[in-house]
DNA sequence: TCTGGGGTCCTAGGACCC
DNA sequence: TCTGGGGTCCTAGGACCC
């Protein structure tokens, strides 16, 4: 049996890596990418900085008024998700000459199953500088790899020697790798289950590889077991080329707290409507519809409703995430954010139009409706068109002047 | 410190059916 | 009038990941 031997990519300050290179007057600089500071006052976190960002302290993660306090003088910059996007994809065509057992974790890390490609390519390690020398030609921009018999000791050593990482784990050695490591390195071990660990007096991957895994599934329940193979460096998780998503949403904090009706109505409106364009985008319907809410207090709800039929349409979408807000008690406290996803997701040719009840007939009449405005969109640009009720409205009701994120 | 936006997976209770 | 056990679906919340 040959051992199998399993990559991790991982790009360094990815966002942050792509907007120097795309931009060399901010190579060598603090650049911050993510919310807007606002003078220090901005709300959101940091999604990447340059490595020169984090010698003040800069995490990706950290409240972006934080970031601003300790690096005033940084470049902040917004995410640019769709260039990233588009970087991501050349280095997938890299990923590809190597193997098809690519599973993007995220739009900037990547598992690959190079036991068969060996053969041909030789060793696993070989692979993998090749690897991240042409990603470096290629696209200018590093990558830290790591490289074991499974995907969390794969993922471990390249986050290991990050950055510009090359880290490989011969096996047999896995547990020898992982003893010394803090348990927060744990797949699946946050803030809660890391509290939890220290006070049993487990703070290393090594301690709790002391424990019977019985003990573990005690305390743990189902994910103690999961625990007590990741202690000892067992992982048989295949690295699965692509799946289908479970849910697609949208989200928007608003740049201040807010209990105006009309301002909560348009926005349901305006999530509803990107969620129903990526539905349809994608191919497909969504069953069941689902209403985020956060308090100002940050206390968060969620209501959900499964619909009659999937849609794919904005305004079914949007009135059943209406009538859902309506559940939601209020009680004079303000909004911090409102969401909008939709789930149980069938693909759009599961449900052809004759299958369908009078419930969907409505829909279908709607669907080709937006169907064209997704068309004079792709012609002219997102701005050019949008549903009604988002202009019709005059702003005569008091509607605070600007400001408001959520209405861009 | 004051906490984004995109997700996945797990648990648990209740409704409902056989 | 009291009450089984299994299965499935739905909803809500929470932990976690990047």
């Known amino acids: 049996v040959t051992e199998r031997r399993i990559l991790h990519v991982d790009m360094d300050a990815f966002y942050a890596s792509?907007?120097?290179?795309?931009?060399?007057?901010?190579?060598?600089?603090p650049v911050i990418v993510g919310a807007d500071p606002r003078g220090g006052r901005g709300r959101g976190v940091?999604?990447?900085?340059?490595?020169?960002?984090?010698?003040?302290?800069?995490?990706?993660?950290?409240?972006?008024?934080?970031a601003y306090r300790l690096c005033p003088h940084?470049?902040?910059?917004?995410t640019r998700l769709e260039r990233y996007a588009e970087?991501?994809?050349?280095?997938?065509?890299?990923?590809?000459?190597v193997t098809d057992l690519v599973e993007a974790i995220s739009i900037d890390e990547a598992f690959l199953d190079v036991t068969a490609s060996q053969r041909l390519l030789g060793p696993a390690e070989q692979i993998a500088r090749r690897l991240k020398a042409h990603i470096r030609a290629e696209e200018g921009l590093v990558a830290s790899i790591g490289v074991a018999t499974n995907k969390f000791v794969a993922k471990v050593a390249s986050d290991l020697g990050k950055p510009d990482g090359f880290v490989v784990v011969p096996p047999g050695e896995e547990p020898a790798f992982l003893a010394p490591l803090p348990i927060g390195r744990l797949w699946g071990v946050g803030r809660k289950t890391e509290a939890r660990l220290r006070d049993l007096g487990i703070a290393r991957i090594g301690d709790l590889a002391r424990f019977e895994r019985r003990e573990l599934e005690a305390i743990f329940g189902k994910n103690g077991g999961g625990l007590w193979e990741l202690a000892r460096g067992l992982d048989d998780r295949p690295v699965?080329?692509?799946?289908?998503?479970?849910?697609?949403?949208?989200?928007?904090?608003?740049?201040?707290?807010?209990?105006?009706?009309?301002?909560?109505?348009?926005?349901?409106?305006?999530?509803?409507d990107r969620v129903a364009r990526r539905l349809r985008d994608e191919g497909f319907r969504g069953g069941t519809v689902t209403l985020k809410f956060r308090y100002e207090d940050f206390t968060t709800l969620t209501r959900a409703q499964t619909l009659e039929a999937p849609t794919d349409v904005a305004t079914t979408i949007y009135r059943t995430a209406l009538q859902l807000l309506e559940q939601i008690p209020r009680a004079g406290r303000k909004v911090?954010?409102?969401?909008?996803?939709?789930?149980?997701?069938?693909?759009?040719?599961?449900?052809?139009?004759?299958?369908?009840?009078?419930?969907?007939?409505?829909?279908?009449?709607?669907?080709?409706?937006e169907r064209i405005v997704d068309q004079i969109r792709a012609k002219f640009g997102a701005r050019a068109i949008t549903l009604g009720s988002l202009v019709s409205r005059p702003a005569a009701k008091g509607r605070p002047r600007g400001g408001q994120d959520a209405e861009e």
Do not use: M, W
């Open 240 to 272: 699965v080329p692509e799946s289908d998503p479970k849910s697609i949403g949208a989200e928007t904090t608003f740049g201040q707290d807010t209990d105006d009706p009309e301002v909560l109505r348009r926005t349901v409106l305006k999530l509803a």
């Open 87 to 97: 970087v991501s994809a050349r280095i997938h065509a890299i990923f590809h000459r």
């Open 18 to 29: 792509v907007e120097q290179r795309d931009h060399p007057a901010l190579r060598g600089k």
């Open 74 to 78: 940084g470049v902040y910059l917004p």
């Open 336 to 369: 911090r954010l409102l969401g909008v996803s939709a789930s149980k997701l069938a693909g759009a040719r599961d449900h052809p139009a004759e299958q369908l009840g009078l419930f969907s007939k409505r829909d279908e009449r709607r669907r080709n409706v």
């Open 46 to 66: 940091v999604s990447a900085c340059s490595y020169e960002a984090r010698k003040f302290g800069v995490r990706s993660a950290l409240p972006i008024s934080q």
